[in-house]
T-cell receptor, first 109, second 115 residues
Framework: GESVGLHLPTLSVQEGDNSIINCAYSNSASDYFIWYKQESGKGPQFIIDIRSNMDKRQGQRVTVLLNKTVKHLSLQIAATQPGDSAVYFCAETLNDMRFGAGTRLTVKP | EAQVTQNPRYLITVTGKKLTVTCSQNMNHEYMSWYRQDPGLGLRQIYYSMNVEVTDKGDVPEGYKVSRKEKRNFPLILESPSPNQTSLYFC??????????????FGPGTRLTVL
Protein backbone atom coordinates (compact mmCIF):
# COMPACT_ATOMS: atom_id res chain seq x y z
CA GLY A 1 0.00 0.00 0.00
CA GLU A 2 0.92 3.65 -0.12
CA SER A 3 3.12 4.98 2.64
CA VAL A 4 4.82 8.10 3.86
CA GLY A 5 8.44 7.77 4.86
CA LEU A 6 11.27 9.81 6.27
CA HIS A 7 14.88 9.64 5.17
CA LEU A 8 16.50 9.97 8.60
CA PRO A 9 15.19 9.04 12.02
CA THR A 10 17.42 11.57 13.87
CA LEU A 11 18.96 14.92 13.12
CA SER A 12 21.32 16.90 15.33
CA VAL A 13 22.13 20.56 14.62
CA GLN A 14 23.90 23.41 16.33
CA GLU A 15 21.82 26.22 17.74
CA GLY A 16 21.57 28.96 15.16
CA ASP A 17 22.10 26.67 12.17
CA ASN A 18 19.40 25.85 9.66
CA SER A 19 17.69 22.45 9.81
CA ILE A 20 16.31 20.45 6.92
CA ILE A 21 14.02 17.51 7.54
CA ASN A 22 13.06 15.37 4.56
CA CYS A 23 10.09 13.19 3.74
CA ALA A 24 9.22 10.93 0.82
CA TYR A 25 5.68 10.06 -0.07
CA SER A 26 4.35 7.33 -2.33
CA ASN A 27 0.88 8.39 -3.39
CA SER A 28 1.20 10.73 -6.35
CA ALA A 29 -2.48 11.59 -5.98
CA SER A 30 -1.99 13.07 -2.50
CA ASP A 31 -3.39 16.52 -2.45
CA TYR A 32 -2.36 18.09 0.82
CA PHE A 33 0.66 17.80 3.08
CA ILE A 34 1.27 18.88 6.64
CA TRP A 35 4.25 19.04 8.94
CA TYR A 36 3.62 18.43 12.62
CA LYS A 37 5.87 18.95 15.61
CA GLN A 38 5.59 16.72 18.65
CA GLU A 39 7.30 17.70 21.87
CA SER A 40 7.91 15.18 24.58
CA GLY A 41 4.70 14.26 26.41
CA LYS A 42 2.44 16.19 24.08
CA GLY A 43 0.28 15.57 21.06
CA PRO A 44 1.41 16.61 17.57
CA GLN A 45 1.05 20.28 16.75
CA PHE A 46 0.51 21.79 13.31
CA ILE A 47 3.50 23.70 11.92
CA ILE A 48 2.82 24.37 8.27
CA ASP A 49 0.93 22.90 5.35
CA ILE A 50 1.10 22.94 1.58
CA ARG A 51 -1.30 21.94 -1.16
CA SER A 52 -0.23 20.02 -4.22
CA ASN A 53 -0.68 23.04 -6.50
CA MET A 54 2.20 24.80 -4.70
CA ASP A 55 5.97 24.19 -4.63
CA LYS A 56 6.88 26.27 -1.63
CA ARG A 57 5.25 27.83 1.38
CA GLN A 58 6.84 29.97 4.06
CA GLY A 59 5.89 30.59 7.63
CA GLN A 60 7.71 32.17 10.50
CA ARG A 61 11.22 30.61 10.40
CA VAL A 62 9.83 27.55 8.59
CA THR A 63 9.57 26.74 4.91
CA VAL A 64 8.04 23.69 3.29
CA LEU A 65 9.14 22.60 -0.16
CA LEU A 66 7.20 20.17 -2.29
CA ASN A 67 8.73 18.38 -5.25
CA LYS A 68 5.96 16.43 -6.93
CA THR A 69 8.26 15.04 -9.61
CA VAL A 70 10.17 12.95 -7.10
CA LYS A 71 7.42 12.89 -4.46
CA HIS A 72 9.54 14.60 -1.85
CA LEU A 73 8.66 17.02 0.90
CA SER A 74 11.04 18.96 3.11
CA LEU A 75 10.78 21.19 6.15
CA GLN A 76 13.39 23.88 6.60
CA ILE A 77 13.80 25.58 9.96
CA ALA A 78 15.87 28.75 9.96
CA ALA A 79 18.12 29.68 12.89
CA THR A 80 17.22 26.56 14.85
CA GLN A 81 16.61 27.14 18.54
CA PRO A 82 16.61 24.78 21.54
CA GLY A 83 12.81 25.02 21.60
CA ASP A 84 12.76 23.41 18.16
CA SER A 85 13.97 20.12 19.63
CA ALA A 86 11.14 17.67 18.99
CA VAL A 87 9.97 14.91 16.69
CA TYR A 88 8.74 16.15 13.33
CA PHE A 89 6.18 14.28 11.25
CA CYS A 90 5.11 14.76 7.70
CA ALA A 91 1.61 13.73 6.75
CA GLU A 92 -0.04 13.29 3.39
CA THR A 93 -3.72 13.55 2.73
CA LEU A 94 -6.03 12.37 0.02
CA ASN A 95 -9.19 10.90 1.49
CA ASP A 96 -7.45 10.35 4.79
CA MET A 97 -4.26 11.40 6.53
CA ARG A 98 -1.15 9.20 6.69
CA PHE A 99 1.85 9.99 8.86
CA GLY A 100 5.52 9.20 8.50
CA ALA A 101 7.48 7.61 11.35
CA GLY A 102 9.00 10.92 12.41
CA THR A 103 12.45 12.53 12.65
CA ARG A 104 13.85 13.51 16.02
CA LEU A 105 15.54 16.89 15.87
CA THR A 106 18.06 17.67 18.61
CA VAL A 107 19.47 21.18 18.90
CA LYS A 108 22.89 21.43 20.52
CA PRO A 109 23.72 24.65 22.40
CA GLU B 1 -10.24 27.58 24.56
CA ALA B 2 -10.44 25.37 21.46
CA GLN B 3 -9.19 21.95 22.38
CA VAL B 4 -9.40 18.18 22.20
CA THR B 5 -9.55 16.45 25.56
CA GLN B 6 -8.89 12.82 26.37
CA ASN B 7 -9.48 10.85 29.52
CA PRO B 8 -7.81 9.18 31.20
CA ARG B 9 -4.30 10.44 30.45
CA TYR B 10 -2.71 7.35 31.95
CA LEU B 11 -4.18 3.90 32.44
CA ILE B 12 -2.76 0.60 33.59
CA THR B 13 -5.09 -2.35 33.22
CA VAL B 14 -5.07 -6.12 32.89
CA THR B 15 -5.73 -8.36 29.92
CA GLY B 16 -9.42 -8.81 29.14
CA LYS B 17 -10.80 -5.98 31.25
CA LYS B 18 -12.95 -3.76 29.06
CA LEU B 19 -12.04 -0.09 28.98
CA THR B 20 -13.08 3.12 27.29
CA VAL B 21 -10.97 6.14 26.49
CA THR B 22 -13.06 9.24 26.01
CA CYS B 23 -12.38 12.00 23.50
CA SER B 24 -14.20 15.30 23.25
CA GLN B 25 -13.70 18.39 21.08
CA ASN B 26 -15.28 21.82 21.39
CA MET B 27 -14.58 23.09 17.87
CA ASN B 28 -17.68 21.68 16.17
CA HIS B 29 -15.47 19.56 13.94
CA GLU B 30 -17.08 16.98 11.71
CA TYR B 31 -14.03 14.72 11.44
CA MET B 32 -12.57 12.83 14.38
CA SER B 33 -10.03 10.04 14.52
CA TRP B 34 -8.02 7.81 16.81
CA TYR B 35 -4.34 6.99 16.41
CA ARG B 36 -1.89 4.85 18.23
CA GLN B 37 1.76 5.77 18.41
CA ASP B 38 4.45 3.18 18.88
CA PRO B 39 8.24 3.66 18.78
CA GLY B 40 9.56 3.59 15.23
CA LEU B 41 6.09 3.23 13.73
CA GLY B 42 4.79 6.76 13.97
CA LEU B 43 1.08 7.45 14.13
CA ARG B 44 -1.20 4.73 12.83
CA GLN B 45 -4.87 5.35 12.42
CA ILE B 46 -7.28 3.06 14.25
CA TYR B 47 -10.69 4.44 13.33
CA TYR B 48 -12.06 7.66 11.99
CA SER B 49 -15.43 9.33 11.70
CA MET B 50 -16.48 11.79 9.03
CA ASN B 51 -19.58 12.81 10.96
CA VAL B 52 -22.17 11.66 13.50
CA GLU B 53 -23.08 7.98 13.09
CA VAL B 54 -20.42 7.55 10.37
CA THR B 55 -17.31 5.58 11.32
CA ASP B 56 -14.69 3.77 9.27
CA LYS B 57 -11.71 1.54 9.91
CA GLY B 58 -8.24 2.94 9.70
CA ASP B 59 -5.05 0.96 9.29
CA VAL B 60 -5.10 -0.95 12.59
CA PRO B 61 -8.72 -1.39 13.74
CA GLU B 62 -8.46 -4.93 15.14
CA GLY B 63 -9.35 -5.09 18.82
CA TYR B 64 -10.95 -1.65 18.93
CA LYS B 65 -14.43 -0.21 18.63
CA VAL B 66 -15.66 3.34 18.35
CA SER B 67 -18.96 5.18 18.32
CA ARG B 68 -20.01 8.63 17.22
CA LYS B 69 -23.41 9.37 18.69
CA GLU B 70 -22.70 13.07 19.16
CA LYS B 71 -20.57 15.42 17.13
CA ARG B 72 -18.26 16.36 19.99
CA ASN B 73 -17.51 12.89 21.38
CA PHE B 74 -15.65 9.94 19.90
CA PRO B 75 -14.88 7.26 22.51
CA LEU B 76 -12.43 4.44 21.86
CA ILE B 77 -13.47 1.08 23.30
CA LEU B 78 -11.23 -1.89 23.97
CA GLU B 79 -13.60 -4.80 24.67
CA SER B 80 -10.87 -7.23 25.68
CA PRO B 81 -7.50 -5.47 25.90
CA SER B 82 -4.33 -7.42 25.23
CA PRO B 83 -0.67 -6.54 25.92
CA ASN B 84 -0.06 -5.69 22.25
CA GLN B 85 -2.45 -2.78 22.70
CA THR B 86 -0.04 -1.15 25.12
CA SER B 87 0.62 2.14 23.37
CA LEU B 88 0.19 5.91 23.35
CA TYR B 89 -3.20 6.88 21.95
CA PHE B 90 -4.17 10.18 20.39
CA CYS B 91 -7.54 11.51 19.44
CA UNK B 92 -7.74 14.21 16.79
CA UNK B 93 -10.39 16.34 15.14
CA UNK B 94 -10.63 18.38 11.99
CA UNK B 95 -13.00 20.35 9.83
CA UNK B 96 -12.67 18.91 6.31
CA UNK B 97 -11.92 21.33 3.48
CA UNK B 98 -13.32 20.58 0.06
CA UNK B 99 -14.21 17.08 1.21
CA UNK B 100 -10.64 16.29 2.24
CA UNK B 101 -9.20 15.91 5.70
CA UNK B 102 -7.60 19.17 6.78
CA UNK B 103 -5.26 20.13 9.61
CA UNK B 104 -6.00 17.92 12.60
CA UNK B 105 -5.98 19.11 16.19
CA PHE B 106 -4.65 16.50 18.57
CA GLY B 107 -5.48 15.72 22.15
CA PRO B 108 -2.76 15.35 24.81
CA GLY B 109 -2.58 11.57 24.52
CA THR B 110 -3.50 8.58 26.67
CA ARG B 111 -0.76 6.22 27.72
CA LEU B 112 -2.22 2.75 28.08
CA THR B 113 -0.44 -0.23 29.59
CA VAL B 114 -2.07 -3.65 29.41
CA LEU B 115 -0.51 -6.23 31.72
Amino acid sequence: GESVGLHLPTLSVQEGDNSIINCAYSNSASDYFIWYKQESGKGPQFIIDIRSNMDKRQGQRVTVLLNKTVKHLSLQIAATQPGDSAVYFCAETLNDMRFGAGTRLTVKP
Amino acid sequence: EAQVTQNPRYLITVTGKKLTVTCSQNMNHEYMSWYRQDPGLGLRQIYYSMNVEVTDKGDVPEGYKVSRKEKRNFPLILESPSPNQTSLYFCASSSPFGGYVNEQFFGPGTRLTVL
